[in-house]
């Protein structure tokens, strides 16, 4: 049964960068799409970027070109790279497979964009 914990979230300014960290536990890791979610309070939760187990990669067009998604096989994480961030990157931030298993979801990280 694989575990994820999520890491790296904090409040940064306009235009700052974070990196968002994904530890997994479990054998099944490196058989499985793994994703990137955000959800805002009072939205549903949303995809933000994916990658497959052969590194292929599908971002939403509101991070396209600003955020990216990475996994390290060996080391059993997947990582976000966030770039030039913007108030509506505001959200808490979810790791998962995708499709996402629910009995996956944890607690996310919070990130929040302010000046």
């Known amino acids: 049964q694989v575990q994820l914990v999520e890491s790296g979230g904090g409040l940064v300014q306009p235009g700052g960068s974070l990196r968002l960290s994904c530890a997994a536990s479990?054998?099944?890791?490196?058989?499985?799409?793994m994703a990137w979610y955000r959800q805002v309070p009072g939205k549903q939760r949303e995809l933000v970027a994916r990658?497959?187990?052969?590194?292929?990669?599908n971002y939403a067009d509101s991070v396209k070109g600003r955020f990216l998604i990475s996994r390290d096989n060996a080391k059993n994480t997947v990582n976000l790279q966030m770039n030039r961030l913007k108030a509506e990157d505001t959200a808490v931030y979810y790791c998962?497979?995708?499709?996402?298993?629910?009995?996956?979801w944890g607690q996310g990280t919070q990130v929040t964009v302010s000046s």
């Open positions: 990658i497959t187990t052969w590194d292929f990669t």
């Open positions: 479990g054998s099944t890791f490196r058989t499985s799409a």
């Open positions: 998962n497979t995708h499709p996402a298993l629910v009995n996956l």
